[in-house]
């Protein structure tokens, strides 16, 4: 099973800058799509981004577009999401999933396609 750990998430004051990353490992098929997804107490899972394994393609949730930038470097097994000019609406615990690219179906903007998720960091934004 592969197993994913984000890192970069703590408090930041609105306006501010953060860099998430997420490294898989213990796995034995390779992973395919990649994404961010962020929850709030008491709310759905919510699509922030995702990458397609070779990185041409990535997609966005409107409300974050123009503010981060999901990357991905192979070689390290890692996805990154570079967030900028953060609100205190994108205060939310951050996961990182995974798809393996086997049986997945349905849109990579829904939880349900992902195969594999991080425990979550915390992103607080808030002076």
């Known amino acids: 099973q592969v197993q994913l750990v984000e890192s970069g998430g703590g408090l930041v004051q609105p306006g501010g800058s953060l860099r998430l990353s997420c490294a898989a490992s213990?796995?034995?098929?390779?992973?395919?799509?990649m994404g961010w997804f962020r929850q709030s107490p008491g709310k759905e899972r919510e699509f922030v981004a995702a990458i397609s394994y070779s990185g041409y393609n990535t997609y966005y949730q409107d409300s974050v577009k123009g503010r981060c930038t999901i990357s991905r470097d192979n070689a390290k097994n890692t996805v990154y999401l570079q967030m900028d000019s953060l609100k205190p609406e994108d205060t939310a615990v951050y996961y990182c999933a995974a798809d393996r690219g086997m049986g997945s179906s349905g849109s990579l903007r829904s939880p349900t396609f992902y195969d594999y998720w991080g425990q979550g960091t915390q992103v607080t934004v808030s002076s």
């Open positions: 213990r796995f034995t098929f390779g992973i395919n799509v």
